[in-house]
């Protein structure tokens, strides 16, 4: 096998959870980081048209996964030495449904709710964070784009008052979620780590930003991002997601 490809956004809780379950299984692969916005055509071409999702595993150049839940289920056949689910049929089912009810709890409700805080507080921070390692050209002309790109970040993701209302409160069903699964075991399902756990701890990232996540904030965005997140400081979900990544997320 060739080295596969991850093409994926740094700074993205859906991404962390695909970057993650790869470290995880041990697959190593060739990070190819997209500016969101301008990621379009490349996942549109991988996919012949079927998703502008990220993150996508390319395999071997022609086996495309796109999504992070589809390269979960690709790892796990593939790699089954490190299983993330069960055996039993009930306890696989449980993780399924578990794992199903953190991503919509969380996954596009989060993102709506942390980018209107951004857009509103911090103009400017999203561009600045989606070039950190590109050239003057590009991030010149996405500060120029700048205005424009922030309006369609706001259609393309349906940010509204009420979505994003929904987003907080999702964020706070979610987190006192985690506290009632993990109750008696210290994970969601069962009694050992599964991808029901990587992905709630992946997803909830953004409720304390922990340093185990395998980007690099930047120092201001940090402090953007802890101001945000501070709302949950003292909420025992963010013990749980800190624990969960410092313990499983080493890679």
């Not at 990621?39 to 996964?65: F, M, Q, Y």
């Not at 980018?115 to 921070?125: E, H, N, S």
């Not at 025992?236 to 313990?247: E, K, L, M, Q, Y």
Request: hydrophobic content about 40%; aromatic content about 10%.
């Amino acid at each position: 096998m060739t080295t596969p490809v991850l093409y994926q956004f740094h700074f993205s809780h859906f991404n962390e959870r695909g970057r993650w379950a790869c470290d995880y299984k041990g697959l190593t692969v060739e990070p190819r980081v997209l500016i969101p916005g301008l990621h379009i055509p490349v996942t549109r071409k991988l996919t012949k048209g079927a998703s502008t999702s990220t993150p996508i595993l390319v395999v071997n150049d022609d086996e495309v996964i796109a999504g992070s839940d589809s390269i979960l289920h690709w790892l796990e056949k593939q790699f089954p030495e490190k299983p993330l689910t069960y055996e039993d049929p009930a306890l696989a089912t449980e993780v399924e449904e578990v794992t199903a009810l953190f991503e919509g709890l969380v996954g596009a409700p989060f993102r709506r709710a942390y980018f209107d805080y951004v857009l509103k507080t911090y103009p400017g921070l999203l561009t600045r964070m989606f070039t950190l390692d590109r050239g003057p050209a590009t991030k010149l002309g996405m500060r120029i784009a700048e205005p424009a790109m922030n309006l369609l970040l706001r259609a393309a993701d349906n940010i509204t008052p009420e979505t994003v209302a929904e987003g907080y409160a999702n964020m706070d069903t979610a987190l006192d979620e985690v506290m009632v699964r993990n109750a008696d075991t210290g994970y969601l399902v069962g009694d050992r780590f599964t991808k029901a756990d990587l992905t709630a701890a992946s997803l909830l990232c953004g409720t304390c930003w922990p340093r185990s996540l395998s980007f690099t904030i930047p120092d201001e965005a940090r402090t953007v991002f802890e101001d945000w997140s501070s709302r949950w400081a003292d909420h025992p979900g963010t013990a749980w997601v800190r624990s969960i990544c410092d313990r499983y997320r080493t890679a």
